[in-house]
């Protein structure tokens, strides 16, 4: 399921070089093995992330749950 967070960037430092690598949140949610860095091609362990994961799982379906909860139409009386 696509979120509103999906496409925000999350940058990683790599711990072998310094450099940084910029990813979409909606990338940990898909992927949970490995992340190359493209500079030194150090692999970073996603497990690592998991708990990343399931946050993102959590707040995206607390947020389903409300959004749900709303009206699907909002009337507005305008006094001119």
Request: with cysteine; glycine share 4%; net charge positive.
């Amino acid at each position: 399921m696509k979120s509103i967070f999906d496409d925000e960037i999350i940058e990683l430092p790599c711990p072998a070089c310094g450099k940084n690598i910029k990813k979409k949140l909606g990338w940990f949610k898909q992927n949970d093995s490995h992340c190359p860095f493209p500079d030194c091609g150090l692999r970073l362990d996603l497990d690592k992330f998991a708990e990343l994961r399931r946050s993102l799982l959590s707040v995206e379906k607390k947020l389903s749950d409300v959004l749900n909860k709303l009206p699907k139409t909002i009337e507005v009386k305008l006094k001119l």
